[in-house]
Every structure is written in structure tokens, then in C-alpha cells.
């Protein structure tokens, strides 16, 4: 999947091959039952072009990776534990990511908002409240 992902683009089976083939020996026959394989379980798309067929993933690895993740966190008799242990296995820059993802899925709002940030509530005014708001 990594090297599927890895072309942003549909692939064929010797195009994984070739770019296999530059850190090891393996065969055409091999990457062909890797695909199909990988097809058959739904995580491929593919499309036929002449001979070949042309693979893609069906979901970014992003998304597969969240879903992983949800998986496992379901399989837990006590989620709130899985994500405390989770996260004291997280690095600072992890945890920071992670702040940052919850903040974009706006599940929790900055706790402090930065001044500088907030809109003008005068916009007209250039920020000062004219005389009908004294």
C-alpha cells in the first residue's frame, strides 16, 4: 500500500515492480498477487487499460490510518484508559499534532484565544467604537 499511495496516482503492477526492484530482487508474478490481493480486500480500486489493469487506493492513508486506529480503540473494555496510555506513548511533537487536529476538527476550542486573532468588532471604524457605542 505505501508504494501505491506513495505514486498519487493509479499504477500499474510494473511500475510497483520497477520501483521495487530498486532496493531488491522480486518478481512481476509476486507484485501481481500483492495488488489483487490487496484489491479483492477492497483497499484497491483498479480499472483495466489494454492488458494491464491500473491500480488505486480507495482511501487516502490517512484515512486508513484513522481507521486503523478507531479499530483498535473499539476493541477496548475501557477506551478512556487505551487513549491515556496512548497518549503517554505519543512524543511532545505528537501530542502537539494532536492538539492541532483537534482544533481543526474544532472538538475543542483554543482554551485562550490569541488577541491577535480575534476579528475587528469595528470594522468601520478602524477598531474604535464610534459615538453611538459610548
Known amino acids: 500500500m505505501t508504494r501505491v499511495w506513495q505514486w498519487n496516482r493509479p499504477v500499474t503492477v510494473r511500475e510497483v515492480l520497477q520501483d521495487l526492484q530498486s532496493e531488491r530482487d522480486i518478481a512481476y508474478t509476486t507484485v501481481m498477487t500483492v495488488l489483487d490481493k490487496l484489491y479483492r480486500k477492497g483497499w484497491l480500486r483498479r480499472d483495466q487499460v489494454g492488458r494491464a489493469y491500473r491500480y488505486e487506493p480507495v482511501s487516502s492513508r490517512e484515512a486508513y490510518t484513522a481507521a486503523l486506529m478507531n479499530d483498535a480503540w473499539a476493541t477496548s473494555d475501557n477506551p ?19 492538539r492541532d487536529a483537534l482544533r481543526v476538527a474544532a472538538v ?7 488577541p491577535e486573532r480575534l476579528p475587528d468588532p469595528h470594522p468601520d471604524t478602524g477598531g474604535t467604537p464610534g459615538p453611538s457605542a459610548r
Open 108 to 114: 475543542f476550542p483554543d482554551p485562550e484565544p490569541d
Open 80 to 98: 478512556a484508559a487505551a487513549l491515556v496510555h496512548f497518549f503517554g506513548l505519543m512524543s511532545p511533537e505528537q501530542r502537539e499534532a494532536l
